[in-house]
């Protein structure tokens, strides 16, 4: 099937017997849930996805956002999947009952929102911001704000956006200028510039909602004085009419990828008539935002895993179309070619797409576990399913966003010099892929906050938590004999981690320069490591479905699992040694080059 863009096979695989959805409805908050209704959501997630969202997936990208007359125009598509959204519920889909919610589990939400972002990721960017500002709101803000907002956004009539990047602050927040300034009406008077604000601007709703970041003025320097504001682009105002609210966008950006949706650079107040409502305390915005910002990271995770996913089902599709060239051991020219599928590299360069696709939805899968555990464990048990999704969000979004690039493009290599043309989809799958390391944090400070802050944050406990998590799967692995080559070489792979880190801290007191300076190659070994751990657990959960009777499609369909975690044991899992080597030889040779030695 060439439009194929996920499997929903795998999509249940992780759900129901990788992860135990079902587990959640043991707990009060999930119990309304059950099996069949999560089939009927997923089962509509994808219907809608080929129906609405993947017809137009080339469409948006040739024809991007303009800026016309001071109004961004954007695919006219764009209006009716905010408006479905809306109305199917999946922008409240997390949102508890009484806020009109459908109180589903992030793992189901989250599932559904891979469908979408595999069928067009620009167009589901729309829907999956507002519900991250919505929910904001919905956390910080009192009752007259949530009244004011909150049924707009959810129905899909409101845009939400996060605006929080200034040309002077991007990786660094702490140096954001845009002012606030309180009045005796209740309102602050807001004044600055933000740049690259996703759909910062478009006709397909009816008004925008920012939520901004902001310095009150006279309040301190650094992130301690910065405070979160709702900012709408019209207001309303005594008579319940929209005003506008001072806001002008002054340029929209030209993308190579990601084309469908606008980034939009705002100049705020320039009249001294932009009204903004605080959330929460004051000083208190960059801690309130990081709700937003660590959902958006899994966001981009899976963004960025879903894209890699169209890109390597095209792959598949063509592979197996595909004629060229003979078995090795076939000299005779007047026999017939075979398809390009049957040639090993071919396959290893499918193995190796499926590996990073499945292998990062099934961390992302992790990460929303986590989440949803957060929500419902005993009290005592809260905080440890906090530190563990608080380690693992740096890596769940980097390992996605790296390796889905490499992943596109060995799709693209698939595909020879056809998957380099506007012919085939993989060239869009691959420029749409290219923004997931850059925005919601670049991957340099995803590293700095893994081994800066998460790995020895609470004396280690996180990375403590995180150790005894992968033991317990080489516990349920150790089971099944066929597993325990995997089992050991994870052990070894996890010892080297524990050795790394132990050597990497213990040189913490030559100052952070110098520690830090190969936080980003830590990074990758840590989500390598990682990501093996989830392949056993998915070979765990195998072991288990192939001691039953099957089909012959759900035969294959797991032995191509055990392929694919074998594969993943043997080539990508060995690439740590070369990184520990690196990571452990004490030579700060970047921190000792000086910047006038890359003149001549
Ligand atoms: C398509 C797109 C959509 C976006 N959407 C939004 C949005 O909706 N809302 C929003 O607020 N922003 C958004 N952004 C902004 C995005 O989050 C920033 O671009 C990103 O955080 C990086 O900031 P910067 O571009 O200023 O790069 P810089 O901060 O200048 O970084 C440039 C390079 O320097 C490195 N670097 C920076 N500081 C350090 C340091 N201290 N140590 C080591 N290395 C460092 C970075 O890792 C990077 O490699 C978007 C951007 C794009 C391109």
Redesign the pocket.
């Known amino acids: 099937m060439a439009d194929k863009f996920i499997s929903i096979r795998n999509v249940k695989f992780l759900l129901f017997e990788v992860f135990d959805v079902l587990s959640l409805s043991e707990h009060v908050y999930f119990s309304q849930h059950n099996q069949k209704m999560y089939n009927l959501v997923l089962d509509a997630a994808l219907k809608l996805s080929t129906r609405l969202l993947h017809p137009i997936f080339e469409e948006m990208d040739r024809n991007p956002p303009e800026l016309i007359a001071g109004q961004v125009k954007v695919h006219p598509a764009v209006a009716g999947i905010m408006k479905e959204f809306g109305q199917g519920g999946w922008i409240s889909a997390t949102f508890p009952a009484e806020s009109n919610g459908e109180q589903l589990p992030s793992m189901v939400a989250n599932a559904c929102f891979m469908m979408f972002f595999a069928a067009n990721y620009s167009a589901s960017v729309y829907p999956g911001l507002t519900a991250g500002a919505a929910r904001l709101i919905d956390s910080f803000g009192n009752e007259g704000l949530k009244k004011t907002y909150l049924g707009k956004m959810l129905s899909g009539k409101w845009q939400g ?5 200034e040309p002077q602050a ?3 927040l702490t140096d954001i200028a845009t002012t606030a300034l309180p009045t005796a009406d209740g309102f602050y008077k807001i004044r600055g510039r933000k740049t ?3 759909a910062g601007d478009h006709d397909g709703a009816e008004n925008i909602v920012h939520l901004m970041l902001a310095r009150i003025e006279g309040a301190p320097a650094g992130p301690r004085g910065i405070s979160l504001f709702v900012v709408p682009k019209k207001r309303m105002n005594e008579d319940g009419n929209l005003v506008s609210n001072d806001i002008t966008v002054s340029q929209i950006f030209h ?1 190579m990828g ?1 084309r469908g949706t606008p ?1 939009a650079e705002l100049s705020i107040g320039d009249k001294e008539d932009c009204r903004g409502y605080i959330l929460g305390e004051p000083h208190r915005g960059l801690a309130y935002m990081f709700q937003m910002m660590n959902e958006e990271r899994i966001g981009v995770g899976l963004g960025a895993a879903s894209i890699a996913s169209a890109a390597y089902y095209a792959a598949v599709h063509y592979c197996k179309q595909r004629s060229q060239g003979r078995r090795l051991a076939d000299k005779d020219p007047a026999s017939p070619q075979i398809a390009i599928i049957e040639h090993a590299d071919i396959k290893r360069m499918l193995l190796f797409q499926r590996a990073v696709v499945e292998g990062s939805f099934s961390l992302l899968m992790q990460c929303c576990k986590y989440e949803d555990m957060t929500r419902v464990a005993l009290p005592q048990e809260t905080s440890r399913y906090r530190l563990l999704l608080e380690l693992l969000t740096p890596v769940a979004k980097t390992y996605a966003s790296e390796m889905g690039i490499l992943s596109t493009s060995q799709s693209i290599q698939c595909f020879g010099g056809y998957g380099y043309c506007q012919d085939f989809p993989v060239e869009q799958h691959f420029r749409d892929m290219r ?1 997931h390391p ?8 995803q590293a ?1 906050d893994l081994l800066g802050r998460k790995v020895v944050m609470e004396n280690g406990r996180a990375f403590a938590l995180f150790l005894e998590e992968v033991q317990a799967a080489m516990y349920a692995a150790r089971k099944f004999p066929a597993l325990s080559p995997l089992v050991s070489q994870l052990d070894k792979a996890v010892k080297l981690l524990q050795d790394v880190t132990f050597q990497l801290v213990a040189i913490s007191h030559k100052g952070p320069e110098v520690y830090l300076a190969d936080a980003t190659l830590y990074l990758e070994f840590f989500g390598i490591v990682t990501v093996a751990w989830q392949w056993l657990l998915q070979a765990v959960s195998v072991h288990k479905a192939q001691a039953g009777e099957l089909s012959t499609a759900e035969a294959d369909f797991y032995q191509g699992k055990i392929f694919t975690a074998r594969y993943y044991f043997a080539y990508e899992l060995p690439k740590i040694s070369g990184l520990a080597q690196r990571l452990t030889d004490g030579n700060p040779m970047t921190v000792e080059m000086k910047s006038c030695f890359f003149s001549d």
Do not use: N, V
């Open positions: 956006t996060m605006a929080l990047t991007g990786s660094s690259f604000i996703s993308k990601y980034i923004i850059i925005h919601e944090g670049t991957t340099g400070i700095m």
